[in-house]
């Protein structure tokens, strides 16, 4: 069975750093393409990043500013997320998937979401 599981929000100032952890048990990341999501309170689920085996690929709200890495050792995808701005506060949420990509429709295990808050 599948189960990821999303730790390191938290309420940061802006301009602060964030680092968000995925860990995966049930099957081995660097095989799959794990992505990042964020739901802010009434609004919809938006794409953050994502990480395949080939490449790395963010949305351009959080280019420059947000990076995922991979510690295959753990089994752990991180978001390091810097310069973080108010509209990054959202819940986050890391997914598996064989497609990947930039549609939720990509990936067929989520995660139970971890809060960020920012405030200045």
């Known amino acids: 069975q599948v189960q990821l599981v999303e730790s390191g929000g938290g309420w940061v100032q802006t301009g602060g750093s964030l680092r968000l952890s995925c860990s995966a048990s049930?099957?081995?990341?660097?095989?799959?393409?794990v992505g990042w999501f964020r739901q802010a309170p009434g609004k919809e689920r938006e794409f953050v990043g994502a990480a395949s085996r080939q490449s790395t690929y963010y949305a351009d709200s959080v280019k420059g500013r947000f990076t995922i890495s991979r510690d295959i050792a753990k089994n752990t995808v991180y978001l390091q997320m810097n310069s973080l701005k108010s509209e990054d506060a959202a819940v986050y949420y890391c997914?598996?998937?064989?497609?990947?990509?930039?549609?939720?429709?990509?990936?067929?295990?989520w995660g139970q979401g971890t809060q960020v808050t920012v405030s200045s």
């Open positions: 997914a598996v998937g064989k497609v990947g990509g930039r549609l939720e429709q990509g990936y067929n295990h």
């Open positions: 049930g099957l081995t990341f660097y095989l799959y393409t």
